[in-house]
């Protein structure tokens, strides 16, 4: 039976796994810090994913798509999060490796919009550092929606789907950054 992240007991998940509750407890002290580290190791995943893009000979409207799909995986496996992340230490190891993987996906991001910029498919004024932030800001918030949506009683909310926000994000940050000319003569 599943009670919930918030409703779970360390024993819980120790029996769960197949644990002591004390064997648990000398690999982690509390269940955030397990939660931490898997929604790290699928952070890692979605990097390992989208952190050879930058070398892919294929055009940044092309990596914007993987980096889009790799996300949606991202979310699905680490529902959660935002609302676990929000609660965790900031002194953690964890939370620092956490920090340092989203900053590593913000210098993949920017990679691609440098690109998109020499192909004269983005903008030649796009302001990359605001516009990779932006966009990694933009894809934390989807998944913070996602984190709540289940929970919330708002019928707004109740009908989310991370497959459609993700995507029609994703292309809405597009057009805007596009550069029409270009897309108008395909």
Do not use: W
Not at 11 to 23: N, R, Y
Not at 70 to 84: P, Q, S, V
Not at 139 to 157: E, M, Y
């Amino acid at each position: 039976d599943q009670v919930g992240f918030k409703n779970a007991k360390m024993e819980d998940i120790a029996h769960k796994v197949g644990f002591s509750k004390a064997s648990l407890y000398s690999y982690f002290r509390d269940k955030e810090e397990i939660a931490m580290q898997i929604i790290k190791l699928h952070l890692e995943n979605f990097y390992k994913k989208i952190s050879s893009l930058p070398e892919k000979n294929i055009s940044a409207k092309e990596k914007l798509g993987f980096i889009k799909n790799g996300y949606m995986d991202f979310i699905r496996k680490a529902k959660n999060y935002i609302i676990i992340k929000s609660n965790m230490d900031c002194n953690d190891i964890t939370h620092k490796e956490v920090i340092e993987l989203k900053t590593n996906i913000y210098y993949v991001l920017s990679s691609i919009l440098e690109q998109g910029i020499k192909e004269k498919t983005f903008i030649k004024s796009l302001n990359i550092p605001k516009s990779a932030l932006l966009l990694e800001s933009m894809l934390t918030g989807i998944s913070f929606i996602n984190s709540i949506a289940d929970q919330s009683n708002d019928k707004t909310l109740s009908g989310f789907n991370i497959e459609e926000m993700t995507s029609f994000a994703m292309d809405f940050f597009y057009m805007g950054i596009t550069n029409t000319k270009q897309e108008l003569c395909k």
